[in-house]
């Protein structure tokens, strides 16, 4: 049964949502959260299974650690079987017809792994392509999962992912749509530090939105955990941002489209509007 708030009003595309085809989903479905967007009525979903070419591990091999990820017990690797994925996206689209199903991949740190991305690419053809930064390197100059140093300094933890960030928009052309503009910050905030206030790095999301809109790229709304303060919306709206995609960052069925009716509510206050067809970005 469709809840009271999707009642009468349509709902954005997801396009972010994982599938047993990304290490991180051991209760992802790809055909279990088609049946959830046909519950909910969205006019379209896309399935972005994680691209990751990071230090990976099966379970029991090793210890996890911020620089060694430990796969899911699920998966069969720590990089996408694209095949696989490919097939089953295919089964999905003739199961569910009336659901405009679009492929899609998360590429993690694309501008670190150029050649790994261009391979992949150059095979494969995606109709959403997003770009992540889930890592910083350490003082050791080590890749390590970035929000394991907000331990260390929540301030400069921050002010690293932004400049990094800008360095990946800046060298690399491989995505469309930028993922989690602040993502350590949905990590557990440490106790004891100031809490998040995304008016303390006001000049790096404008550099980084600044960058993100002369590229003609898409901003990404991020319901999974906390996400843009409004004012980051009116920022990207200012300094020149197009388009604005929304992401649920489903990693289970139930939570395709989560929040995005406030979502919605947010960008539309911010001044961009669906686009003309129901599957598109929302535009200025």
């Known amino acids: 049964m469709l809840p009271p708030e999707f009642v009468d009003r349509p709902l954005p595309p997801d396009n972010h949502v994982h599938t047993e085809w990304s290490w991180d989903a051991s209760t992802g479905s790809m055909e279990g959260s088609c049946r959830r967007a046909m519950e909910l009525g969205l006019p379209s979903i896309a399935f972005t299974d994680h691209a990751d070419f990071t230090d990976w591990a099966f379970p029991g091999q090793a210890d996890e650690t911020p620089a060694l990820r430990v796969v899911d017990e ?5 990089f996408l079987d694209v095949q696989g994925y490919m097939d089953c996206l295919e089964r999905c689209r003739d199961m569910f017809p009336d659901l405009t199903i679009l492929s899609g991949v998360e590429l993690g740190e694309p501008h670190l792994f150029d050649t790994q991305v261009d391979s992949m690419l150059s095979s494969w053809s995606f109709d959403r392509v997003l770009g992540s930064l889930h890592s910083l390197t350490d003082d050791e100059g080590v890749l390590v999962y970035a929000p ?3 331990k260390k300094d929540t301030v400069s933890t921050m002010r ?6 800008l360095k990946m ?7 469309a749509v930028l993922a989690h503009i602040d993502y350590p910050m949905r990590a557990p905030w440490p106790p004891d530090a100031k809490p998040y206030d995304a008016l303390d790095y006001e000049e790096e999301y ?6 993100l809109a002369r590229s003609g790229r898409a901003l990404e709304v991020n319901t999974s955990g906390p996400w843009p303060a409004h004012q980051v919306i009116g920022w990207w709206y200012e300094e020149g941002g197009q388009a604005v995609s929304f992401g649920s960052d489903a990693h289970e069925p139930g939570e395709v489209a989560q929040r995005f009716m ?21 535009r200025r």
């Open 148 to 150: 394991t140093l907000l």
């Open 206 to 211: 404008r550099a980084v939105l600044r960058a």
């Open 74 to 78: 699920h998966s069969h690797g720590g």
């Open 169 to 175: 928009i800046e060298t690399t052309d491989s995505f």
């Open 160 to 165: 690293r992912y932004f400049a990094a960030t």
């Open 262 to 282: 406030d979502a919605a509510a947010l960008v539309e206050s911010c001044g961009f509007r669906p686009g003309r067809r129901p599957t598109d970005f929302w």
